[in-house]
């Protein structure tokens, strides 16, 4: 299998949906083909290009075959480019695994990790009501679990809630990331977890700390490689602006740091 590594990686972002996906993606057509030209001669083991930044919530095949047409505009401009495609409802890994892999060599399968919702976006105004109810700890804790708060009643934070003593710890989280590596394996397919971390408005520190070493060291064991959303703003692992003295200790753990 070819060894992967990159500088940079090149993603874009549109509106595209169920309903307008035959006129945008022409137009994400229209601008892959502008920056495929821009970069051909960018060493294609510096810069990758990803197709899409989480599709959205829409028929996955619909995402599929605009993926495919994608891919093959910018093959007709470079040969060389490793892509890095993600399924539709946001680089979900439940709708990687019903995939079917697309018709070139060169390409990393990538997905989103925010498993167990409920912990990782507790109070994430964006996500709605569904996410109001905030407190949970990881691992779950049955002494300390808030109770649901009434907005995410009949949404499906309420679902997430009631499932969270089982889906709130380690295990839970190999299990839910052996599901893309099953299917990398089973298609012969490199695949990366292109984000993971917790929303840390909300959230305690040692839950994130806890939270991340699990996922960190579960991608590690099972050879997928991680990338950690994000650096400084409100996934930020820091305690303050990014600096080794805004590291908190737990963190350092988490991530594998160790002072060299």
């Known amino acids: 299998m070819r060894r992967y590594r990159a500088e940079l990686r090149c993603s874009i972002y549109s509106n595209l949906n169920d309903n307008n996906y035959e006129v945008e993606t022409q137009q994400i057509i229209k601008l892959w083909s502008i920056l495929a030209k821009h970069y051909i001669n960018k060493s294609p083991d510096n810069l990758f290009f990803e ?18 047409n994608i ?121 990366l977890c292109g984000e993971y971390g917790v929303y840390n408005k909300y959230a305690d520190l040692d839950s994130r700390c806890r939270y991340i070493k699990a996922v960190r060291q579960t991608l590690k064991a099972l050879n997928i490689p991680g990338i950690l959303w994000d650096y400084n703003t409100s996934f930020s692992i820091f305690n303050g602006s990014p600096s080794l003295k805004n590291l908190p200790d737990c963190m350092k753990s988490a991530i594998g740091y160790t002072a060299k």
């Open 51 to 68: 197709l899409y930044n989480e599709p959205p919530h829409m028929n996955p095949q619909i995402w599929h075959d605009a993926a495919y």
């Open 71 to 191: 891919v093959a505009a910018i093959r007709r401009i470079d040969r060389q480019r490793t892509l890095l495609v993600g399924a539709s409802n946001y680089n979900s890994i439940y709708e990687l695994s019903r995939s079917v892999r697309l018709a070139d060599d060169n390409i990393i399968y990538t997905f989103h990790f925010y498993e167990p919702f409920l912990f990782t976006h507790q109070g994430a105004a964006w996500v709605g009501d569904q996410e109001s109810t905030t407190g949970v700890e990881f691992p779950y804790n049955g002494e300390h679990y808030p109770k649901l708060n009434p907005k995410a009643k009949n949404t499906p934070g309420e679902s997430n809630y009631n499932e969270y003593r089982i889906d709130g710890n380690e295990r839970s989280i190999k299990d839910k990331l052996l599901i893309v590596k099953n299917w990398g394996t089973r298609y012969d397919v490199p695949i």
